[in-house]
């Protein structure tokens, strides 16, 4: 698990996470498995740039991906130079695999509905945001350095949240901090007690505002004594 992000796509959403990690500017590579077919997507800092699928290349390759519904992904930190290939943007990429695909009928199962990996690749801030894009319902376990939270989302909102003894706002606070540690994702389906109260974009600017400052006091605890 150490070093990539692994799931289904059908439960994270492969556009989600494309889209996500456009707009946190990350490079990743991401390999899809469907039904013994191998596609890979790659993001360049923020940047959808190359995709290929046996003969298939750029575009092509990435509307051909996108009608997989029922995939397995995998998540790596993208190293090293590509090559720009993707022409159109996100949006009209999904737009043309949408009309090749026709009505699509998921399985109800979701027994194995689950993402695992570290939280340098994808934070818990990135968690919500794709939840919250999906509208899913999930129950998150999120490990740093031997402490370890949950957070219940309801169709996509952040509603209960857990650390040690702590419960919340506070609790889901002090998670989104954390920049290492690992998480795990299941479905979740069941209702909990309501403990977060504030819209989940003023806890994240609460969780950013306390990471820039101690972020700052680090820097200044770490400055050479001035003579």
């Given at each position: 698990m150490?070093?990539?992000?692994?799931?289904?796509?059908?439960?994270?959403?492969?556009?989600?996470?494309?889209?996500?990690?456009?707009?946190?500017r990350?490079?990743?590579a991401i390999?899809?498995?469907?039904?013994?077919?191998?596609?890979?997507i790659?993001?360049?800092d923020?940047?959808?740039?190359?995709?290929?699928y046996?003969d298939?290349?750029?575009?092509?390759?990435?509307?051909e991906?996108?009608r997989?519904?029922?995939?397995?992904?995998?998540?790596?930190?993208?190293?090293?130079?590509?090559?720009?290939?993707?022409k159109e943007?996100?949006?009209?990429?999904?737009?043309a695999?949408?009309?090749?695909?026709?009505?699509?009928?998921?399985?109800?199962?979701?027994?194995?509905?689950?993402?695992?990996?570290?939280?340098?690749?994808?934070?818990?801030?990135?968690?919500?945001?794709?939840?919250e894009?999906?509208?899913?319902?999930?129950?998150?376990?999120?490990?740093?350095?031997g402490?370890?939270?949950?957070?219940?989302v309801?169709?996509?909102?952040a509603?209960?949240?857990?650390?040690?003894?702590?419960?919340?706002?506070?609790a889901?606070?002090?998670?989104?901090?954390?920049?290492?540690?690992?998480?795990?994702?299941?479905?979740?389906?069941?209702?909990v007690?309501?403990?977060?109260?504030?819209?989940?974009?003023?806890?994240?600017m609460?969780?950013?505002?306390?990471?820039?400052?101690?972020?700052?006091?680090?820097?200044?605890?770490?400055?050479?004594p001035q003579?």
């Amino acid at each position: 698990m150490q070093g990539c992000v692994r799931g289904r796509t059908r439960f994270a959403g492969l556009f989600e996470l494309i889209q996500i990690s456009e707009m946190h500017r990350r490079s990743v590579a991401i390999s899809v498995n469907h039904k013994h077919r191998l596609g890979k997507i790659f993001i360049l800092d923020g940047v959808l740039s190359d995709a290929v699928y046996r003969d298939l290349r750029g575009d092509e390759a990435i509307v051909e991906i996108l009608r997989w519904i029922e995939s397995f992904f995998e998540l790596v930190a993208l190293r090293g130079k590509i090559q720009r290939t993707v022409k159109e943007s996100t949006v009209q990429l999904l737009i043309a695999a949408l009309k090749g695909m026709g009505h699509v009928e998921l399985p109800k199962s979701r027994v194995a509905d689950t993402i695992v990996g570290p939280l340098e690749l994808l934070s818990a801030a990135e968690l919500l945001h794709l939840f919250e894009m999906n509208h899913r319902n999930a129950f998150i376990t999120l490990r740093n350095d031997g402490a370890v939270g949950t957070v219940h989302v309801r169709d996509g909102k952040a509603i209960h949240a857990t650390l040690g003894q702590g419960l919340g706002d506070e609790a889901l606070i002090n998670m989104l901090t954390w920049k290492k540690g690992y998480f795990r994702v299941k479905f979740a389906d069941g209702y909990v007690l309501q403990t977060v109260k504030s819209p989940i974009r003023d806890v994240m600017m609460e969780a950013t505002k306390r990471a820039d400052e101690r972020t700052h006091q680090t820097q200044q605890l770490q400055r050479p004594p001035q003579r």
